[in-house]
C-alpha cells in the first residue's frame, strides 16, 4: 500500500480532537514519528501497525493494506 495513502487514513482517524504527541505516547512512540507516518516519509514497522490498529480500533489489514 502506498505510505501517501496509509498517512491519509492515518490523519483522518487521528481526527482533530487528538494531537500527534497523545497518540504517540499512548503506542510508544515519538511524536516525530506520527508526523512522518502521517505525511508518507516512513511506514511504521510491524509492532507499531499494530499498536495503530489498536489504538484506533480497527482491523490491521483494513489499516495498512485495504482489506
Known sequence: MDLEVIGKRLRELRGVYRT??????AIGVTPAAISQYENGERAP???TKIALAKYYGVP????????
Open 20 to 25: 500527534q504527541a497523545e497518540v504517540a505516547e
Open 45 to 47: 514497522g510491524d509492532q
Open 60 to 67: 490491521v489489514g483494513e489499516l495498512f493494506f485495504g482489506e
